[in-house]
């Protein structure tokens, strides 16, 4: 099993930036991409970015291209979104998730789950 753990969330203004971290622990070897998802009240998960363990490629969904950046410390096991930028449709809760057999952008393809973090923009 892996566990994710998420921080860094909060309130900021429009235009503001702020940096989601996900530490994981357990069976690290086992992890093949990790990716960004989010959720809004009313709205389904959307896949928001995704980064390849191992190589470090990455994947974004296109309404956070330019704005958002996923990179990972993989001494630390620990994978990172930087969101400037930020809008108040970015407003949601943002969950970590890892993948042992992909780094796309289906949910589906995902098997970790962090708890989430709520990320709030203010106008």
């Known amino acids: 099993q892996v566990q994710l753990v998420e921080s860094g969330g909060g309130l900021v203004q429009a235009g503001g930036s702020l940096r989601l971290s996900c530490a994981a622990s357990?069976?690290?070897?086992?992890?093949?991409?990790m990716g960004w998802f989010r959720q809004a009240p009313g709205k389904e998960r959307e896949f928001v970015a995704a980064i390849r363990w191992s190589v470090g490629n990455t994947l974004y969904a296109d309404f956070v291209k330019g704005r958002f950046t996923i990179s990972r410390d993989y001494a630390k096991n620990t994978v990172y979104l930087q969101m400037n930028s930020l809008k108040p449709e970015d407003t949601a809760v943002y969950y970590c998730?890892?993948?042992?057999?992909?780094?796309?952008?289906?949910?589906?393809?995902?098997?970790?789950w962090g708890q989430g973090t709520q990320v709030t923009v203010s106008s």
């Open positions: 357990g069976r690290i070897f086992s992890i093949y991409g």
């Open positions: 998730a890892g993948s042992s057999r992909s780094w796309n952008g289906r949910a589906d393809q995902y098997n970790y």
